[in-house]
């Protein structure tokens, strides 16, 4: 079965500043996905990031960013000029590209607070 | 942009009744999905559905949840006779192709908030 790990329950930066959230995940497969998703104290859960595993490339979304390591297991977004808004839950998650399975597996979470 | 819909936002029940969460995916969708958040834990995954049926459920998903797409724009998960461990957000989510590729990335709802007393 795959999990995913987050080890940071919680992170703090200042604004502007940046920070890079860890994820490691255990997996069998050789083709998957892999996301980010941020939840702010509303509770909606909301698409930061997706990778797709056979793409080498790292991928950006504005100040966000991704460092995969396939070799590693390891999924860590980065945040550059943090803000304000950006105070929240972030959740990793892993979904399968093959083998009937739908689901995404989340790791429990970092909570990022971004202070003035 | 258009969203996935959940109400009620936050129900009250009491242990044994039996609820119904509401929500409507988004119009173009065809796969759904429940997930759930007790508090201070992960999201985990209930169920999927696909073409009036369920494509894939958790061990979560025991007899007391059944999930329904009523009439076409609605979908909805029943909890019968709850329990207190029932309690947790739940979060319903859409997508309009399955594995999520290309640019159909899983939509969630705001989700509601169950609490069992």
């Known amino acids: 079965a795959q999990t995913v790990t987050q080890s940071q329950p919680e992170m703090s930066v200042q604004e502007a500043e940046t920070v890079t959230l860890s994820c490691t995940y255990d997996t069998s497969e050789s083709n998957y996905y892999l996301f980010w998703y941020k939840q702010p104290p509303s509770r909606q859960m909301i698409l930061v990031i997706r990778?797709?595993?056979?793409?080498?490339q790292n991928a950006t979304e504005n100040r966000f960013s991704v460092n995969f390591q396939k070799a590693a297991k390891s999924f860590s977004l980065k945040i550059s000029d943090s803000q304000l808004g950006d105070t929240a839950m972030y959740f990793c998650?892993?979904?399968?590209?093959?083998?009937?399975?739908?689901?995404?597996?989340f790791g429990k979470g970092t909570k990022l607070t971004v202070n003035p | 942009e258009p969203e996935v819909t959940q109400t009620p936002s936050h129900q009250v029940t009491q242990m044994g009744q039996e609820v119904i969460l509401r929500c409507v995916p988004i119009s173009n969708h065809l796969y759904f999905y429940w997930y759930r958040q007790i508090l201070g834990q992960k999201v985990e995954f209930l169920v999927s559905f696909y073409n009036n049926e369920i494509s894939e459920k958790s061990e979560i998903f025991d007899d007391q949840f059944s999930v329904e797409r009523p009439d076409g724009s609605n979908f909805t998960l029943k909890i019968r006779s709850t329990k207190l461990e029932d309690s947790a957000m739940y979060f319903c989510a859409s997508s309009e192709q399955i594995r999520l590729v290309g640019n159909s990335p899983l939509h969630f709802g705001n989700g509601t908030r169950l609490t069992v007393t």
């Open positions: 998650a892993f979904m399968r590209t093959q083998g009937g399975s739908e689901k995404l597996v």
């Open positions: 990778q797709e595993a056979y793409k080498q």
